[in-house]
C-alpha cells in the first residue's frame, strides 16, 4: 500500500511539473484569435472583462499580503468594477505597492502564463490558476463576486480533469492570450475616463496622492507594463 501511494504522489508529481508538447502553431495562432474575439468586441468585452478583474484585484490582495497589510475582503460588482480592502498604513511603500499592482496583474499573469508555456509546463499553469483562483474565494465577500470566482474556478478544474491534453493546451494558451491582451485594454478605457472627467478615484489617482507623481506618469506605467508583457508574452508563445 505505501508503494502504490508511492508510486501515485510520483506520478502526480509527474503530470504536474512535468512538460507537455507544445501544440502545433496553428492553435497558437487560433487560439489568439478566439482571445481577440472576446477582447474586441465591445459585446463580449462587457463580459469577459470580469475574469480581467478577478486578476486585478487579485493583483491588490496578493501584493498586499506580500507587503505585510491585513487583506479584509474583495468585492467583485455585475458592471464588472471590483473592491478590495487591506488595513495597515494609509502611506508608504506597502501601499504604494498594492495600488499599483491591479493593472499590472493581468498583463503580468498572462507574461508568467507565457512563460510557463514556453518551458511546456501546461498542467502546471492550469493548477497553479485553480489554487489561486480557491485562495482569492476565501476572501470575496458579495454574492456575485463569489459566483464568478467559482465559475471560473469549475471551469478551470473541468478542463483539467475531463479533457485530454491537446484541449488542454488550447484552452491554456486562450487564457494566456486572453490575459495578455485583455491586460492591454483596461488602461486605454481608464485615461479615456480620466479625459472625460471621471475616474476621479482610479488607481492611477489613488498613487498621484500616495507619491505626489502625476497620475498621467502611472497611467504611462500601466500602458507600459501591458504592452510589453504582450510583445515578450507573445513572442514565448509564438517561439520567436
Known amino acids: 500500500m505505501h508503494t502504490t501511494a508511492s508510486d501515485s504522489l510520483a506520478s502526480l508529481w509527474d503530470e504536474v511539473f512535468g512538460h507537455q508538447p507544445d501544440p502545433d502553431l496553428w492553435v497558437v495562432i487560433a487560439t489568439l484569435v478566439a482571445a481577440l474575439a472576446v477582447v474586441v468586441p465591445h459585446n463580449f468585452w462587457r463580459i469577459s472583462r470580469n475574469a480581467i478583474t478577478i486578476?486585478?484585484?487579485?493583483?491588490?490582495?496578493?501584493?498586499?499580503?506580500?507587503t505585510g497589510r491585513t487583506l479584509t475582503g474583495i468585492r467583485l460588482h455585475s458592471d464588472t468594477s471590483g473592491l478590495t480592502v487591506s488595513r495597515g498604513k494609509p502611506h508608504g511603500l506597502g501601499m504604494?505597492?498594492?495600488?499599483?499592482?491591479?493593472?499590472?496583474?493581468?498583463?503580468?499573469?498572462?507574461?508568467?502564463?507565457?512563460?510557463?508555456?514556453?518551458?511546456?509546463?501546461?498542467?502546471?499553469?492550469?493548477?497553479?490558476?485553480?489554487?489561486?483562483?480557491?485562495?482569492?474565494?476565501?476572501?470575496?465577500?458579495?454574492?456575485?463576486?463569489?459566483?464568478?470566482?467559482?465559475?471560473?474556478?469549475?471551469?478551470?478544474?473541468?478542463?483539467?480533469?475531463?479533457?485530454?491534453?491537446?484541449?488542454?493546451?488550447?484552452?491554456?494558451?486562450?487564457v494566456v492570450w486572453f490575459l495578455l491582451t485583455g491586460g492591454v485594454r483596461p488602461a486605454f478605457e481608464l485615461q479615456a475616463k480620466r479625459a472625460r472627467g471621471g475616474a476621479g478615484d482610479s488607481d492611477a489617482d489613488q498613487l498621484s496622492r500616495l507619491t505626489h507623481a502625476p497620475a498621467g506618469l502611472w497611467l504611462f506605467l500601466f500602458h507600459a507594463v501591458s504592452l510589453c508583457s504582450l510583445i515578450g508574452g507573445g513572442r514565448w508563445l509564438l517561439g520567436m
Open 55 to 66: 486578476a486585478h484585484e487579485g493583483g491588490h490582495g496578493l501584493v498586499a499580503l506580500l
Open 96 to 174: 504604494i505597492l498594492t495600488a499599483s499592482a491591479g493593472y499590472t496583474a493581468p498583463p503580468l499573469l498572462g507574461l508568467g502564463g507565457a512563460a510557463l508555456l514556453a518551458a511546456g509546463h501546461i498542467t502546471l499553469l492550469l493548477w497553479a490558476a485553480t489554487i489561486l483562483l480557491v485562495a482569492m474565494l476565501v476572501m470575496i465577500r458579495n454574492a456575485y463576486g463569489a459566483l464568478t470566482v467559482v465559475i471560473t474556478g469549475g471551469t478551470f478544474v473541468a478542463v483539467s480533469w475531463l479533457t485530454g491534453p491537446q484541449v488542454q493546451a488550447a484552452f491554456a494558451y486562450v
